[in-house]
């Protein structure tokens, strides 16, 4: 989400351990729509208490605490608000702890950067979770997706045989990611495609959920 800001006046409320920053772009996913992703379940917000979704941010640092030190004005960041405290990223400006912020690379853009925070915290720690995944097989639900894309990349690098359920409209971007096979879930339930190869999956990355996703994964699919 690209925003002007040439109208817009600094928050002036930077506590001592935070940045303010000058959002450039901040990430859209199915989080915003939860309390998680900032979205408040009650009360419902007013004119006097207003509402400021979305998590994950990118931009330049336009000011900074007096107990912050690893960060200085300029600098371009990315990481997260605090989606909790109902003060997101979808505004002009916005503050995070020093704690929830790290310098952006050089090579991703405010986008890039923006799409990988919570998306990437999720896929790592999946992979994380599922031990090492070295030449096992890999089985990423919802493989085209803003945490399966990262997913799939990460399974790619660190060697495992990756397969990805998704649409046949997007089965080419997942096997440029990675993939070496692509299950595409709406001609056929992917569980019945993937017992037809007479092969087990060793690890399950689900990135969909529901209770048909579910029934596939673990009562017809050997996974």
């Avoid at 009650?42 to 000011?63: C, L």
């Avoid at 990423?140 to 045989?161: F, K, W």
């Avoid at 999956?201 to 596939?216: A, L, S, Y």
Wanted: aromatic share 6%; net charge positive; hydrophobic share 40%.
């Amino acid at each position: 989400m690209h925003r002007t800001r040439a109208a817009y006046k600094s928050l002036g409320l930077c506590g001592k351990e935070q940045i303010e920053c000058n959002g450039d772009v901040d990430d859209i996913h199915f989080a915003q729509g939860t309390m998680f992703g900032g979205m408040p379940i009650s009360p419902k917000p007013s004119e006097k208490k207003p509402v400021i979704p979305g998590t994950d941010v990118a931009g330049i640092i336009d000011k900074i605490g007096s107990r912050v030190n690893n960060f200085k004005v300029g600098q371009a960041v990315f990481g997260i608000c605090n989606p909790m405290k109902h003060n997101g990223p979808w505004a002009e400006y916005c503050l995070a702890k020093q704690n929830n912020i790290s310098i952006k690379p050089e090579n991703l853009d405010f986008n890039q950067a923006a799409a990988f925070v919570l998306g990437g915290a999720v896929a790592v720690s999946a992979i994380n979770s599922a031990g090492i995944v070295t030449d096992k097989k890999c089985l990423v639900i919802g493989a085209s997706g803003g945490i399966g894309t990262l997913c799939v990349q990460g399974l790619d690098t660190l060697g495992s045989i990756t397969w990805g359920v998704c649409s046949q409209k997007n089965a080419k971007m997942v096997e440029n990611l990675g993939a070496t096979k692509i299950f595409d879930y709406t001609k056929s339930p992917f569980a019945d495609q993937i017992r037809k190869l007479s092969e087990r999956v060793d690890v399950v990355f689900d990135f969909v959920g529901g209770r048909d996703t579910e029934k596939q994964e673990i009562g017809r699919a050997h996974v």
